[in-house]
């Protein structure tokens, strides 16, 4: 269930506490992890690891998800389908925080960043090709006994 927020509840906000506005709905890790199909485990080791941080956190110390904190989750879980590693991701969503705050300037980043995100595929798709080679010529073997 969402928090609703009114004028006594605050948060710590990059070691700060601020007055939450009236207007902003916070989730807590468990609903929070439910709408995103995450485990709350892995939300945690997101946190950890400063791929998807919490907004903030209550006076209690538990974290809140802001709404926007959903679609930073879609993308990992997007970028983790790419079979991209946890440093890969936050090189991604580095870049996509950069096209947010400056457009014009990382058009060419995103391209670079895009092309070797391409060439890194080939490769893996290069690698897997020739382990269903060798497994096939294996079970070959193995029939042949």
């Known amino acids: 269930m969402p928090i609703s927020t009114n004028s006594t509840l605050t948060l710590e906000l990059r070691c700060r506490i601020i007055p939450v506005r009236d207007e902003v709905a916070f989730m807590l890790i468990g609903e929070f992890a439910e709408r995103t199909g995450l485990s709350q485990r892995t939300v945690r080791h997101y946190d950890e690891i400063q791929v998807l941080q919490a907004s903030g956190r209550s006076e209690a110390g538990y974290r809140l998800y802001a709404p926007a904190d ?76």
């Open 70 to 145: 959903l679609d930073r989750a879609r993308i990992i879980r997007s970028l983790r389908a790419l079979s991209l590693t946890h440093p890969e991701i936050k090189d991604a969503l580095a870049t996509l925080d950069l096209v947010d705050s400056d457009p014009d300037a990382t058009v060419s980043t995103i391209r670079r960043d895009l092309a070797i995100l391409i060439s890194d595929i080939e490769a893996r798709e290069c690698s897997l090709r020739e382990q269903v080679r060798v497994a096939s010529g294996f079970i070959d073997l193995l029939r042949s006994l």
